[in-house]
């Protein structure tokens, strides 16, 4: 299993970012896909999943309104667009897939946002 962020970066308070996580090893189309993120000095928290045929979503109550998820079954990709973006959205942003009862993470994609 790979999955590999992307579209991390630098943007001012109430900007936008797109992030994507390209998946591998697995059959993508079949599982629920998340979005984590981890804050300086924080814990890993959730922020968002999306079911396998991408009708369902759920987000984080910090996430609601301004993030979306969507994902590409076949481009084997899920996104998360980021708008209205805080300075307390500031922190690496990892995607998440449980497989055969194993936690598999990418290596996550920084999201700074500052003025």
């Known amino acids: 299993v790979q999955l590999v962020e992307s579209g991390g970066g630098l943007v001012q308070p109430g900007g936008s970012l797109r992030l994507s996580c390209a998946a591998s090893?697995?059959?993508?189309?079949?599982?629920?896909m998340r979005w984590y993120r981890q804050a300086p000095g924080k814990e890993r928290e959730w922020v968002a999943h999306i079911n396998s045929a991408g009708r369902t979503t759920r987000y984080a109550d910090s996430a609601k309104g301004r993030f979306t998820i969507s994902r590409d079954n076949t481009k084997n990709t899920v996104y998360l667009q980021m708008d209205s973006l805080k300075f307390e959205d500031t922190a690496v942003y990892y995607c998440h897939v449980f497989f055969t009862g194993v936690n598999y993470w990418g290596k996550g994609t920084l999201v700074t946002v500052s003025s």
């Open positions: 090893g697995f059959i993508f189309s079949s599982y629920v």
